[in-house]
């Protein structure tokens, strides 16, 4: 078998959280992301990435190794990492955070399904983001997430009531930049609100 050809590939995790009045957020550094990992030779592997790490984690069977000690002999790091993390938005009005990562990729068929149930993609076909959120009510601390596949409308709220934000279209948006064309493409929607 010949060497494959590694890809180097670039994408965007983009929140944008429509927040209620005075509602402060902070984001964490840490993101998961689904991309296609040459080493399990596995498409759709949640990988773990922290920005300012050198490499990321690709979660191969579950986090329950992560736990085991051999974890990391078992599984070399990721290539890929987190590069930015860019906030934009002023109080009550939207904030929009944008997660930027670089990865190295290249062409497989899954090894367990095959490549027509789990085709090659090269792009991120789901995400999760963690924030945190003060109520502007109570002042409690909100420590929430969104990822792509879940039940919309889905609505925010401190334990006290206050309605954070409502999440109305699939978040996070994921867009990943074309290397033939140089153009950002976005990743379908795939759980609306209906």
């Known amino acids: 078998m010949g060497k494959e050809r590694i890809l180097m590939r670039k994408a965007e995790i983009i929140l944008e959280l429509p927040l209620a009045t005075d509602v402060g957020v902070f984001f964490h550094t840490r993101l998961e992301v689904s991309l296609d990992c040459s080493y399990c030779k596995r498409t759709d592997r949640t990988?773990?990435?922290?920005?300012?790490?050198?490499?990321?984690?690709?979660?191969?069977?579950?986090?329950?190794?992560?736990?085991?000690?051999?974890?990391?002999?078992?599984?070399?790091?990721?290539?890929?990492?987190?590069?930015?993390?860019?906030?934009?938005?002023?109080?009550?009005?939207?904030?929009?955070?944008?997660?930027?990562?670089?990865?190295?990729?290249?062409?497989?068929?899954d090894a367990k399904y095959g490549p027509d149930r789990r085709p090659w993609t090269g792009h991120p076909t789901w995400a999760r983001a963690h924030f945190i959120l003060i109520c502007h009510k109570c002042s409690a601390i909100y420590d929430g997430g969104i990822q792509n596949n879940v039940v919309r409308p889905y609505t925010h709220r401190c334990d006290c009531g206050?309605?954070?934000?409502?999440?109305?279209?699939?978040?996070?948006?994921?867009?990943?930049?074309?290397?033939?064309?140089g153009r950002w493409v976005l990743v379908p929607e795939r759980w609306s609100a209906g």
Do not use: M
């Open 47 to 109: 990988v773990v990435l922290q920005l300012g790490a050198s490499s990321a984690r690709c979660i191969h069977s579950g986090y329950k190794h992560q736990l085991s000690p051999d974890w990391v002999d078992r599984h070399p790091p990721f290539p890929g990492r987190l590069v930015d993390l860019e906030v934009s938005g002023e109080k009550n009005r939207p904030v929009k955070a944008v997660y930027r990562l670089e990865y190295q990729t290249s062409r497989f068929e």
């Open 162 to 181: 206050y309605r954070f934000f409502t999440e109305r279209r699939e978040l996070p948006i994921l867009r990943w930049l074309d290397p033939e064309t």
